[in-house]
């Protein structure tokens, strides 16, 4: 039996090797930045058909701006390993809006549950610059590679950490849009959605690339990871793009989503009027397509 003293230690010791503290710390400096900050949010993954959490999950809104509910969200899954470095894989890449898929949602869409219908996410996209756009390139693939000893289960474990994250973060915003589709029964108010995935990691993060033989490897603080995605009410498997950054970057990262957010705003209140009136006679064309079936 181990004495008072001892057993809290003990805790201390099991909790600080626990990816907790991390969760909360990352979580910290969200705490006045955003309208509503949740910890273990609960979801229903439908895939595996049943409820999962995700780590962290960031709200900004719904705000009202002119005749549109604008809402972004922060989802982040946090991983952390001293046994392993973790190695990303990239390469070129240019970023289009109309090739990422789920990570933005309007009411369009909704009213056609349809996330190909994104004629109003157009002009709000094709007229605002997002941090997306200064990658050149995006990591298409990973490694974990041991720094020393390791045991084997501690091995698979955090060998399947990003891969846990990732799809952790597919699920969630999978569950979110299925959500939001169902949910809308009215076109008042106009809303939009926008969702920022992230990975926040305590460790080593490098950057590989790869040209013939030659490798060439450097310390990253923050990497593009692309995914295949897709949504409830799609066809097509399109790009996710997920970020994946290291504790002590994180609030920097958290800056630059602040700034898409203060974009994606300015967007929206020079071009209400004119995504008004786009989505009413959008929105007349559907009901009038469903009344004559």
């Not at 595996?48 to 705000?63: F, N, Q």
């Not at 989802?75 to 990303?88: D, G, L, P, R, T």
């Not at 460790?203 to 040209?211: D, F, N, P, R, S």
Request: with cysteine; net charge negative.
């Amino acid at each position: 039996m181990k004495s008072g003293d001892s057993a809290k230690n003990y805790l201390i010791d099991q909790i600080k090797k626990s990816g907790k503290p991390l969760e909360i710390r990352v979580s910290s400096f969200l705490d006045g930045r955003w309208t509503d900050v949740s910890n273990q949010d609960t979801f229903y993954d439908r895939d595996e058909r049943k409820l999962r959490e995700i780590d962290i999950c960031a709200s900004h809104g719904p705000k009202r701006i002119g005749n549109v509910e604008f809402e972004a969200t922060c989802v982040i899954e946090c991983k952390k390993s001293e046994a392993f470095s973790w190695v990303f894989f990239t390469r070129p890449f240019e970023y289009k809006f109309e090739n990422v898929a789920g990570q933005y949602l309007d009411e369009v869409q909704m009213a056609a549950k349809n996330t190909e219908r994104t004629e109003i996410m157009n002009i709000i996209l094709g007229k605002t610059p997002l941090h997306y756009e200064s990658k050149q390139d995006v990591a298409v693939t990973y490694e974990a590679f041991k720094i020393g000893d390791v045991k084997q289960s501690q091995f698979r474990e955090d060998q399947n950490a990003i891969f846990e994250a990732q799809n952790q973060l597919k699920s969630y915003i999978d569950y979110g849009t299925e959500q939001s589709i169902k949910e809308r029964v009215s076109v008042i108010p106009y809303s939009v959605e926008i969702y920022f995935p992230c990975i926040v990691f305590r460790g080593k993060l490098y950057e590989a690339k790869v040209k013939n033989d030659d490798i060439k490897l450097q310390e990253s603080k923050h990497l593009m990871l692309k995914a295949l995605y897709k949504s409830p009410y799609s066809i097509y498997e399109r790009d996710l793009l997920i970020d994946v950054v290291t504790e002590e970057y994180f609030n920097d990262y958290q800056e630059l989503v602040r700034k898409d957010i203060d974009a994606l705003e300015k967007t929206i209140r020079s071009n209400s009027k004119a995504m008004s009136g786009r989505i009413t006679e959008i929105v007349s064309l559907l009901e009038s397509a469903a009344k004559g079936k």
